[in-house]
């Protein structure tokens, strides 16, 4: 097997389980939180938003300090620190005895995040230009795949050994990414000679700055799109009448889209080398706008899950488009620092989703969620049309 194939597998794999990670408490979080003492349904729904998001904002803050220690000092390094620290920090949480000491935690996770940025720029600085889109499509189900699946093993876990062992689940998942990627992941990494680039620097050496901010938005639209629901998608579970197995089916609901996407995103990908990654993010971004709409109307979780399942076959689409795009925009000696800022925008997406989900789940009802995300794709697709596929086709 040729090296960065091998260090796709095993950055496939770490992906996972960071992903996993940030999301394998999605479903059992409210329910954490009223075993560790909060009684009032409100107070549950806007904790376990801010429990869930709090995380993201820090790791946004964090994002671009390890992009930029990983164009100095590698990216294997960057593999080795994410994977251990949130194996520690994670299984901590399986400890705690009240939501300040859960939050607390919450947020040294983020501090320590960034196996996943570092595992694409290696990925897409060692693939071959013409299998990148592949290659990142590939990837991108890791990543996501573990974000969506990972309430269904949350819920699993919560199921048959109670509560805290999805923190300890966790943690084990993330110390194997760390084996792996300490033994096989290969690297021949240069140290740049030159000083650290200041921010204005960087911006100034990026080809088109216009497709890069659109592409940094795309990812902050997408993560709040596909973060608005997840933490309280069990209370919504309940108002569908499901009083049994509540935290297993509203696993069973992302699981849905978690296969969905990692089924199409390698196809999508191929089509993205094929056709242009603009044209596809296009595509998926009307798609998906679209199809959150009705998930507000649905009557059974089982309606819920099918409409999730699509919507994972167009979410698919967007991250491997969105990291092609910025890879074919960054000159080589900065793309740590370029993928770092597209995961701050990512992280922030997700931080605000959460926010975005308890407080108009709390002030004006869980339906209007969907309405308001579904809105927000198809705005984020107008813009893009606007101001990417007109571009890239004129330079065409």
Same mark, same amino acid.
């Given at each position: 097997?040729?090296? /960065?194939?091998?260090? #796709?597998?095993?950055?496939?794999?770490?992906?996972?389980?960071?992903?996993?990670? #940030?999301?394998?408490?999605?479903?059992?979080?409210?329910?954490?939180?009223?075993?560790?003492?909060?009684?009032?349904?409100?107070?549950?729904?806007?904790? =376990?938003?801010?429990?869930?998001?709090?995380?993201?904002?820090? +790791?946004?803050?964090?994002?671009?300090?390890?992009?930029?220690?990983?164009?100095?000092?590698?990216?294997? *390094?960057?593999?080795?620190?994410?994977?251990?620290?949130?194996? $520690?920090?994670?299984?901590?949480?399986?400890?705690?005895?009240?939501?300040?000491?859960?939050?607390? #935690?919450? &947020?040294?996770?983020?501090?320590?995040?960034?196996?996943?940025?570092?595992?694409?720029? &290696?990925?897409?600085?060692?693939? *071959?230009?013409?299998?990148?889109?592949?290659? &990142?499509?590939?990837?991108?189900?890791?990543?996501?795949?573990?974000? %969506?699946?990972? !309430?269904?093993?949350?819920?699993?876990?919560?199921?048959?050994?109670?509560?805290? =062992?999805?923190?300890?689940?966790?943690?084990?998942?993330?110390?194997?990414?760390?084996?792996?990627?300490?033994?096989?992941?290969?690297?021949?990494?240069?140290?740049?000679?030159?000083?650290?680039?200041?921010?204005?620097?960087? /911006?100034?050496?990026? *080809?088109?700055?216009?497709?890069?901010?659109?592409?940094?938005?795309?990812?902050?639209?997408?993560?709040?799109?596909?973060?608005?629901?997840? !933490?309280?998608?069990?209370?919504?579970?309940?108002? %569908?009448?499901?009083?049994?197995?509540?935290?297993?089916?509203?696993? #069973?609901?992302?699981?849905?889209?978690?296969?969905?996407?990692?089924?199409?995103? !390698?196809?999508?990908?191929?089509?993205?080398?094929?056709?242009?990654?603009?044209?596809?993010?296009?595509?998926?971004?009307?798609?998906?706008?679209?199809?959150? $709409?009705?998930?507000?109307?649905?009557?059974?979780? /089982?309606?819920?899950?099918?409409?999730?399942?699509?919507?994972?076959?167009?979410?698919?689409?967007?991250?491997? =488009?969105?990291?092609?795009?910025? +890879?074919?925009?960054?000159?080589?000696?900065?793309?740590?620092?370029?993928?770092?800022?597209?995961?701050?925008?990512?992280?922030?997406?997700?931080?605000?989703?959460?926010?975005?989900?308890?407080?108009?789940?709390?002030?004006?009802?869980?339906?209007?969620?969907?309405?308001?995300?579904?809105?927000? &794709?198809?705005?984020?697709?107008? /813009?893009?049309?606007?101001?990417?596929?007109?571009?890239? =086709?004129?330079?065409?």
């Amino acid at each position: 097997m040729e090296f /960065w194939k091998r260090n #796709l597998l095993v950055c496939w794999l770490g992906c996972f389980a960071t992903a996993a990670g #940030l999301s394998q408490i999605a479903p059992v979080l409210p329910l954490y939180i009223e075993h560790l003492g909060v009684q009032n349904i409100e107070e549950i729904e806007q904790l =376990s938003g801010f429990a869930f998001g709090v995380t993201f904002i820090i +790791m946004a803050i964090a994002s671009p300090i390890w992009g930029q220690a990983a164009d100095r000092y590698g990216r294997k *390094p960057m593999l080795l620190r994410a994977s251990l620290g949130m194996a $520690i920090v994670i299984t901590c949480m399986g400890f705690v005895q009240n939501v300040y000491q859960l939050v607390g #935690l919450r &947020l040294v996770q983020g501090a320590v995040s960034g196996f996943v940025s570092a595992a694409i720029t &290696l990925i897409a600085t060692q693939a *071959p230009k013409e299998r990148a889109g592949w290659a &990142l499509g590939t990837l991108s189900t890791g990543a996501v795949g573990g974000m %969506l699946l990972g !309430p269904l093993i949350g819920g699993y876990l919560a199921e048959t050994w109670g509560l805290r =062992s999805v923190f300890f689940g966790t943690g084990t998942l993330l110390l194997i990414a760390f084996m792996a990627s300490l033994l096989f992941v290969q690297e021949d990494f240069k140290p740049p000679t030159k000083s650290v680039l200041s921010f204005r620097e960087v /911006w100034n050496l990026i *080809p088109n700055p216009g497709i890069m901010i659109t592409m940094f938005v795309t990812t902050f639209i997408l993560q709040l799109a596909l973060l608005s629901i997840e !933490p309280i998608i069990t209370v919504y579970i309940t108002q %569908l009448h499901v009083t049994n197995h509540v935290a297993l089916i509203s696993g #069973l609901v992302f699981a849905a889209s978690g296969f969905a996407n990692m089924l199409a995103a !390698p196809q999508l990908g191929k089509i993205s080398d094929k056709i242009g990654p603009q044209k596809v993010m296009l595509a998926a971004l009307i798609a998906a706008g679209m199809l959150f $709409i009705p998930q507000a109307f649905v009557t059974t979780p /089982w309606q819920l899950m099918a409409l999730r399942f699509l919507l994972g076959i167009a979410a698919a689409g967007l991250l491997p =488009s969105i990291n092609t795009l910025i +890879m074919r925009n960054t000159p080589t000696a900065i793309t740590g620092r370029c993928f770092g800022y597209n995961q701050s925008a990512q992280f922030l997406g997700s931080f605000g989703g959460s926010l975005l989900g308890g407080q108009t789940a709390a002030t004006f009802g869980i339906h209007y969620v969907f309405f308001v995300t579904g809105a927000l &794709l198809l705005l984020n697709a107008l /813009w893009v049309y606007t101001t990417v596929c007109r571009q890239v =086709s004129r330079q065409h």
